[in-house]
Every structure is written in C-alpha cells, then in structure tokens.
C-alpha cells in the first residue's frame, strides 16, 4: 500500500467526507415532488385515453356509414358505444388504478392517503369529463345527421334543453363503474381470492345500482326507476360508500409483492 | 436517526418478525443478513412502510413513518420483484421515477444505466433476471433518497456486474452521504463496504454491530480434548467437531490474547474466523450451545 | 488487500506504520483522507476513519484542521522502537518455540546467526 498512502497536492478535505459530516447532514424535510399525483395520472392514462378516443371516433364514422348506406339513421350510435364506454372505460380504469399503479406511487415516495386523494381527483376529473363527452358527442351526431337529412324515426334529435338532463342520466354509472372498478380490485389487492371473490358482489353495488336506476337508451330515452332526485341521491350515495370502502381497504394496505 | 421499537410483523400464524428493537444511525452503509425466512425482506417492508407492523412501530428522526409523506419522500425500497410496469420500457420507468422523485438524478441514472450496459429501449418484461437487478440498482441509487434499501439487488448479476455495482455504491455514498441498508447472501463480497452489519435469525435481531468487530471475533479451537474444553469454559460455543482426541471449538470471541498466548504453549492451535464463516455458525441450527463442559 | 480475520481498522494502521518504517511515507508527509482511502481500497470510510483515529491516538498521525492528516515528526522514531522492544517476544521466542520442537539447539542457530553477519 505504500505509494497509494501518501496524498498528491490535492486538498482531501474539499470533498464531501462522511465519517465528519455524518449524523448531522440529511434531514431537511420533505422537498416539494416534482410531479402530484393527478398529474402523473393524466400523464400515465394520456395515451390510453387518446387511442379510446381514436377508437370511438372511427367506430362512429365507419357504422354511421355503414348503416347509412342502407336507411337514415334510426338510433343513436353515438349513445350506444359511447354510452356503453362511458361505463366499461371507468370500470378498467379503476382496476388498474388499484392493481397497477398503486404500486408504481408507492414506490416513489407516496404515501396511501397522497395516492388514495389523486386517485379522487382523477376520479373525480374522469366522472366529469366521460358524460360531458357522451352529450358533446350526441349533439355533433345529430347536428351533422340533421344537414345530411339522415336522421331515421326513433333519432334522438339533440337539444341543446336536454343536454344537462342526458349528462345528469350518463354520470351516475360512470361514477358507479369507476367506484365498483376500484372497490373490487381492492378487494383482491388486500384480501386472498376465497374472500375477495365475495367481494365482489357488494363491490359491484355502486355500479349496479346507477344503472339500474338511472339509464339512457340509444333512442335517448331517459329512465329513471325511481324519482330522478330519489334515483341520483341512492347512487351517488353508493359510490360514496363505494369510496369509503376503498379508503377502509387500501389506507394501511401491504405494497403487494407481484412479478408484472 | 432511524429507530424500530417492538416491530412485529405476523401473517396469519405466522410470525415473521418477532419484536424488533433496532436503533440505526443514519448515513451509515448496512448490511442486513440472515438464512432465507429469517424474516429480511419483512424487516425491511416494514422500514419502508411497504407494510404495516402487526405490532411496534418505525420512527424516523422522531416521527412515525407510516403514512408520513416526510418520511416517505425520503425513503427508496428497491425489491427483487421490482415495482415498475413489466410492459413498460426501460426509459420509461426511469422517466417516471425522475418526474415523482425530487432527488431523482437523471444524469447518473444515466451513466449507470451505461456502466451496465442495460438497453433502455428493452421493455422491462424482456430483461433477464441480472438486468432486472441493475435496474433496480440504478433506480435504487440514481434517487439518492436519504434511506436507500436494496433488497437481494444483486440476484443474477454476474460477478463483473456485482463488483460494479458495489463500486459505485460505495463511490457514490462518498460523494452522497446517505443511509443505505442492503440485504444479502453474499457477506464475503461486500463486506468491506458495511460500517455496520445486522445478523436476522428467525424473526429476530441476532446482532447488530460494527463489522469489524466481527472481523476475528469469531476463533476456532483446536487439540487435545480436555485441553480444548477446559480452555473453552466461560465462552459461547458456536459449532464443534471431534476427531479421536482432538477436539475443535468454535467460540464466540474476542479472546483475551494472553490466554490465546497461554493455551498456545500449551499445544493449542487458533485460527481465527471469516465473517462468513461467523454467520453460518451464527445462523445454523441448533442455536448456540453454553459452553459444554 | 484486506483479509477479514481481523479487524480491518488495525490493518490499515498496521499497514501505514510499516510504510512509515521502511520510509515510504516520511515525516510530515500528508497521508491520504479516509475518503480517498476508502475509494482506493473499497472499504467503508467509517472504517477507514477508526484505523486513522487509532493512528491519531498513538501519535503516529497529527491533524491539520481542514487540511487532512500527516505524519508526526517523531513517529518513525518512535514506532522502530516499540517493533524493537517487541522484536524479541513476538519473533525471537516463537522461532526458539519452533526449534525446540524439531530438535535445533540454540549453538546451532548462533552458529547460523554467525554465518550471516
């Protein structure tokens, strides 16, 4: 070791040293992230939303065609995919928000509540948006149906009176699906499947319930089983309950040890 | 400062780890050893508050650590099933780190990924196992967090890849003081790199020490068997063997270098113990036997 | 570069001292800092720090606040003495232990001595 002992001209002590700086340096408290966690939900479902939207988007125009070719339109194609994706994206969403991307925050530095809160914020951004879409959607449907002289008897001609109505009659089961997606894949986070697969029936209630009492037909029609006010106010109330039990499962919920 | 108190973690039946009472001062290297389900990697899910303890608790520089965004920001659990997406490509996951982590380092995220020679563009599912590790490695160490934990991070990595890997933990400790706490099989390899090494048993700390402390503190005994056994009284024995009448001890040290002086004129051979060589007395059953008289 | 028989602290002081006896590092010669020992020969730097606070302890080493450590001025004196006092106990007697054992009397190493000089 001879020669390696003995120090050039440098100066050895402008380095950082940790056996001097040690037990004194390192506890500045928490730095601001870079990123919350909304934003990096926006971020992570940007491109599944995009090609949804490219998907929708082609499957309108291809069948509004197709059918066109035969006799003007006689329902909403719009209101039958869209109104149907506006149920089935949320579910997937909610899944995957649990079973993948729980870990993803956890493991950078996020805790439970910081991602069960983005997790609301996205949820609730997604409840807003989907109806939107699906009204928005509607109205461009009948608006370019009506100067093509296409729209069939049983056309739900679009006005612009109805469109808070049919938003009000589409959000309910967004929300209902979103929240049974979550709560069912939390079920299956936390718990073994013989008590997961339980779970599921209480887990699907939110979504259920939505629908069962509040509905939209491709034909326009709005159902409602029970008193719309009566109707909304159950199944928001599921889907609250629907949060809570998420809160419940996945609030002190182990980091799961998964390959893939 | 890091502290465990009472750190409990049962599954079902089961205890894992069994009243863990751990203080750990920061911005030491340790390492963490024990047999497979000494209860390691639960230890360490606890330390990161990847998972609740049944029982005790985990405070970092005085406050509670579970569910503490303080805490959590500073804390980087790297496993050996690595929590990333295995669709995902290797960039990617390395971007996402970089926009959560605000201690990220993208530029020596970089350089690892380079001194590994790990293809970003792969998608993580297409990574063998020892790449797999050297992605955990780089994300392990690129986020600098305060309290860096490897899990195993060196689970198929080639000799050439495990000594780069402890190079530059070591050199990036130096140039980033930090608290890192390593899991491992592989004692002799690395460690030259422990200030301090924690010994798991079934669930239990069975001890927590300087490493060099432990360098020569295990010695074996060897010669005629009442000699042996007469100078083995009062020390823990930790393993025996017995050929006609020779006896060889192995006891739990240091000794008293007079006495080693004295039992040496008397025909009794020592040698000392490698650190492995001390865990495997340590850790294999039965458990330490009183000195036999 | 390091066995772990034993404490790696007390080879790495053991280790400067003999560079110091056969005058590879002289009197008031900067030595290295624990960091830059502890990148050399990949040990921890904590562990590097005991073996020069043990070396700082004995006098062998001084510090310079925020320059690093060097070599005391009387250190290579001091450390040839304490080997000289220890030369007999910890060379002589176990090589007379050995020769006893297989049978060489001690004219015969005088006369082995005698033939070197």
Request: glycine fraction near 8%; include cysteine.
């Amino acid at each position: 070791m001879s020669e390696a002992n003995r120090t050039s001209d440098v100066n050895p002590m402008s380095e950082p040293n940790p056996s001097e700086a040690r037990r004194t340096s390192g506890t500045n408290p928490s730095e601001a992230n870079p990123m919350s966690v909304n934003a990096e939900l926006f971020r992570i479902f940007r491109p599944l939303v995009l090609w949804i939207a490219a998907i929708m988007i082609a499957v309108e125009v291809t069948a509004v065609v197709a059918i066109l070719s035969v006799n003007p339109m006689p329902f909403s194609f719009w209101l039958v995919v869209v109104g149907a994706m506006a149920k089935y994206w949320p579910l997937v969403a909610g899944i995957l928000l649990i079973s993948m991307h729980f870990r993803l925050f956890l493991a950078n530095g996020f805790t439970r509540h910081e991602y069960l809160r983005g997790v609301a914020v996205f949820g609730l951004a997604v409840v807003l948006a989907f109806p939107a879409v699906v009204v928005l959607g509607h109205g461009v449907e009948s608006t370019v149906l009506g100067l093509l002289d296409q729209r069939g008897d049983g056309y739900p001609l679009f006005r612009f009176g109805d469109a808070a109505a049919e938003y009000l009659h589409v959000l309910p089961a967004t929300a209902g699906y979103l929240a049974s997606g979550i709560l069912i894949s939390a079920g299956f986070y936390r718990f073994r499947p013989w008590i997961a697969v339980p779970l599921i029936a209480p887990g699907a209630l939110p979504g259920l319930v939505a629908d069962g009492l509040i509905r939209i037909d491709e034909h326009g029609a709005l159902t409602q089983n029970l008193p719309f006010a009566l109707a909304f106010t159950l199944s928001v109330a599921a889907t609250l309950a629907a949060g809570i039990a998420v809160h419940r499962v996945m609030r002190d919920v182990a980091v799961k040890r998964t390959a893939g | 400062m890091i502290e465990m108190r009472g750190v409990t973690i049962a599954y079902g039946r089961t205890v894992a780890v069994d009243g863990v009472d751990l203080t750990l001062p920061v911005n030491t290297i340790y390492g963490l050893l024990g047999r497979n389900g000494s209860g390691k990697t639960s230890l360490l899910s606890a330390l990161a508050s990847y998972r609740r303890p049944s029982a005790g608790t985990v405070l970092v520089d005085g406050e509670e650590a579970f569910e503490n965004p303080r805490v959590a920001r500073r804390v980087s659990f790297i496993r050996d099933t690595l929590d990333v997406s295995d669709s995902e490509r290797v960039r990617c996951v390395l971007r996402t780190a970089g926009r959560l982590r605000a201690t990220w380092d993208a530029d020596y995220a970089a350089k690892l990924s380079d001194m590994f020679e790990l293809d970003t563009r792969k998608r993580v599912s297409a990574l063998s196992r020892g790449q797999r590790s050297m992605l955990g490695v780089v994300l392990g160490l690129a986020s600098r967090a305060p309290l860096t934990i490897l899990d195993e991070s060196y689970l198929g990595m080639d000799a050439v890849a495990r000594t780069l890997f402890y190079r530059e933990l070591l050199d990036d400790y130096l140039s980033h003081p930090r608290t890192i706490v390593l899991s491992t099989h592989l004692i002799e390899e690395v460690a030259d790199l422990f200030e301090r090494v924690i010994i798991m048993d079934r669930g239990r700390v069975l001890l927590h020490d300087e490493t060099d402390a432990l360098r020569g503190r295990g010695v074996t005994v060897t010669g005629p068997a009442a000699l042996v056994t007469a100078f083995a009284a009062g020390h823990t024995v930790l393993g025996e063997q017995s050929l006609g009448g020779v006896r060889a001890l192995t006891l739990d040290g240091p000794l008293d270098p007079d006495d080693v002086a004295r039992g040496e004129r008397d025909g009794l051979a020592f040698g000392p113990l490698g650190i492995q060589d001390l865990f495997v007395h340590l850790t294999s059953q039965p458990r330490p036997l009183e000195a036999t008289r | 570069m390091f066995h772990d028989r034993s404490p790696i602290y007390l080879q790495i002081a053991d280790g400067i001292k003999n560079d110091i006896l056969t005058g590879s590092l002289r009197e008031d010669d900067q030595v290295m800092s624990t960091n830059q020992y502890a990148a050399f020969y990949r040990i921890n730097p904590a562990t590097a720090a005991k073996g020069f606070a043990q070396l700082v302890d004995e006098g062998v080493l001084y510090k310079r606040r925020g320059i690093g450590m060097f070599v005391s001025p009387d250190a290579p004196g001091k450390l040839r003495s304490e080997r000289r006092q220890r030369f007999f106990a910890e060379v002589v007697e176990p090589m007379l232990d050995e020769a006893k054992r297989v049978g060489i009397g001690v004219d015969e190493i005088t006369d082995y001595l005698g033939s070197r000089r």
